[in-house]
């Protein structure tokens, strides 16, 4: 079996089928999917360039710089009096005082629990806040993974549930 008929049948299975009668987002993904598929199997690629390929295209695509961020002029964007925004990873942002911050470099995490949902037993929520915020030096990558902080509430005062 070809890739292309391969990865037809995986989405058909996993719910995704471009051959679906209802014109809705897991027909349109399936079919958006088998038309990179098909690209870059026309391109050629094969089990040692794919994985480069992949890699690449998928930070471009997650719109994640390939480079470290350098802090230049060139890489800011004026957006009110006080605040620049960097054009090559948005999550970043400098004062007028020139110090730089990624504005989602710690979430926090807490449990929760409601009685109308899976019976009450405690489960994990994010979120992020002004205190997310953690300054930054050039040059500079963005993590793949932000940190994670537990954050203690009156009724979780602990990260271990035991």
């Known amino acids: 079996m070809n890739t292309l008929k ?8 996993a719910g995704y089928n471009k051959d679906d009668q209802n014109d809705g987002p897991n027909k349109w993904l399936a079919e958006n999917v ?4 098909e690209t870059m199997n026309n391109q050629g690629h094969s089990g040692s360039s794919a ?3 992949i890699r690449l295209f998928e930070r471009l695509a997650s719109h994640k710089p390939l480079t470290p961020l350098l ?6 964007s004026k957006i009110d009096n006080n605040t ?11 004062n007028e005082d020139g110090k730089a911050y990624i504005i989602d470099g710690i979430v926090f995490w807490e449990w929760y629990s409601a ?3 899976d019976d009450g037993k ?18 500079w990558l963005k993590p793949d993974t932000p940190e994670y902080k537990f954050s203690p509430s009156e009724q979780f005062p602990h990260e271990d549930l035991t």
């Open 115 to 117: 009685p109308t949902i």
């Open 84 to 94: 620049w925004q960097n054009i090559r990873d948005s999550s970043v942002f400098k």
């Open 122 to 139: 405690p489960y994990k929520v994010y979120f992020t806040s002004s205190d997310s915020r953690q300054f930054i030096t050039f040059p």
């Open 34 to 37: 088998l038309e990179l598929l």
């Open 6 to 13: 391969w990865a037809e049948n995986e989405l058909r299975l």
């Open 71 to 76: 802090g230049n002029d060139e890489e800011w």
């Open 51 to 53: 994985p480069f390929l």
